[in-house]
């Protein structure tokens, strides 16, 4: 399993933007380029005193054009920028920085809830990007009901079934049975699966690296390696977060089924390589 922490370095033209930021928000971010449409926004955050770090993730939907087929003969596909359109899996407060960063990418057009615990800052994103289309899970729609949103994942919407215009480059796959009410994204040309609460990879090393580092006392206590595929802590976690285990096994196999290696975690270090091993530390005795 390879983490990317000591190996990816964030974007240069993007820590320029954090660098000279106004906003004191961006003193501790870090932006990071996982792929060419894929870029990370990461921050120390801390639920009591285990710092478990957050992030936020912005997948930019690159639709190549085809070639036309007209009476003269096969036209050759008009040359565009690399600019697309933008989705953001929004957990992380949106500052000065990751507006400039998201402009570059593109228009944002879809904002995700990760969960019905990752609600902090989505109304930010939403007063930001009024015309963007708000997604997430019905405990979202219960804490956040002045937000409009456009698909809602759970036994009473039909969130699921919608289409919103990312497809097939990414698909949305709700665990129900989780206790938090998870909404994974899969991002298929990269083998990407960013995800929030089923999967944590302390310790935080990425989302700490400008605000210090970890705390020395959590770092002396292992740094959190128990919250981490195949700890302790985290079997006990992912053996108590479900009470319908025949749910959690039905909704995992789509997510099983799909084509990815690489988690990037909402809490701890991105996973460049080895994800699925990772994954099935944590929930491969529930997929059978």
């Not at 565009?80 to 990751?98: C, F, I």
């Not at 228009?107 to 009024?130: A, C, F, N, R, S």
């Not at 009473?156 to 994974?184: C, M, R, W």
């Amino acid at each position: 399993m390879s983490s990317s922490a000591s190996t990816t370095a964030p974007l240069g033209g993007f820590s320029a933007l954090v660098n000279s930021s106004s906003d004191s928000r961006d003193k501790e971010l870090v932006i990071t380029q996982v792929t060419p449409d894929i870029v990370t926004f990461s921050v120390p955050f801390s639920r009591g005193m285990v710092p478990i770090g957050g992030r936020s993730t912005a997948v930019r939907i690159s639709r190549q054009p085809k070639p036309s087929v007209t009476e003269g003969g096969i036209q050759p596909a008009p040359q565009v920028n690399s600019s697309g359109e933008v989705l953001v899996y929004a957990s992380t407060p949106l500052t000065k920085a990751t507006v400039e960063a998201l402009k570059s990418l593109g228009e944002v057009k879809w904002l995700v809830t990760p969960d019905g615990e990752h609600t902090m800052y989505i109304q930010e994103y939403v007063d930001h990007y009024p015309s963007a289309q708000a997604i997430g899970v019905d405990r979202c729609k219960e804490k956040k009901s002045n937000i409009s949103w456009a698909g809602i994942f759970g036994p009473k919407d039909d969130g699921e079934s919608k289409e919103y215009g990312f497809e097939p480059e990414v698909t949305l796959h709700q665990v129900s049975a989780h206790i938090n009410h998870e909404l994974t994204a899969i991002h298929h040309p990269s083998g990407t699966l960013i995800q929030a609460d089923m999967l944590f990879n302390l310790p935080a090393t990425e989302q700490y690296s400008r605000a210090g580092g970890l705390p020395t006392l959590f770092k002396w206590l292992g740094g959190g390696k128990s919250m981490s595929p195949g700890g302790k802590v985290h079997d006990l976690m992912a053996n108590q977060i479900s009470k319908d285990k025949d749910l959690l096994r039905k909704e995992l196999q789509p997510i099983l089924a799909a084509k990815w290696d690489r988690i990037i975690p909402c809490h701890g270090d991105v996973i460049e390589s080895g994800g699925r091993v990772a994954w099935e530390k944590v929930w491969g005795k529930f997929e059978q």
